[in-house]
Nanobody, 124 residues
Framework: DVQLVESGGDSVQAGSSLRLSCKYSGWHYTGYCMAWFRQIPGKERERVAAITTGSGATDYADSVKGRFTISHDAAVNTLWLEMNNLQPEDTGIYYC??????????????????WGQGTQVTVS
């Protein structure tokens, strides 16, 4: 079974930085897309960043462009999200997700097959 385990969430002050990690196992696909989502209570889950392993292409939500960086290393089965200049509106539960993927476009939220349990980020 595929397992995704996030870590790195914390409570920080505005302007701080955090690095989230997602360690995955049981993954046997050669082409895939991985992403970070966040969810605030009462709101839909929002994709903040995505990366495809085939082309290495990345995609970011407008709200995090220039502040967040997604990266991935298949050799250590880990996905990261570097978050700089955090703001209160970045507060939420952050989830990593993955899907076997070979298309040029990025997947919709409902197309992601595997999800982690989430890690809480609180910015005050």
């Amino acid at each position: 079974d595929v397992q995704l385990v996030e870590s790195g969430g914390d409570s920080v002050q505005a302007g701080s930085s955090l690095r989230l990690s997602c360690k995955y196992s049981g993954w046997h696909y050669t082409g895939y897309c991985m992403a970070w989502f966040r969810q605030i209570p009462g709101k839909e889950r929002e994709r903040v960043a995505a990366i495809t392993t085939g082309s290495g292409a990345t995609d970011y939500a407008d709200s995090v462009k220039g502040r967040f960086t997604i990266s991935h290393d298949a050799a250590v089965n880990t996905l990261w999200l570097e978050m700089n200049n955090l703001q209160p509106e970045d507060t939420g539960i952050y989830y990593c997700a993955a899907v076997n993927w070979a298309w040029l476009r990025f997947p919709r939220t409902d197309e992601f097959q595997h999800w982690g349990q989430g890690t809480q980020v609180t910015v005050s």
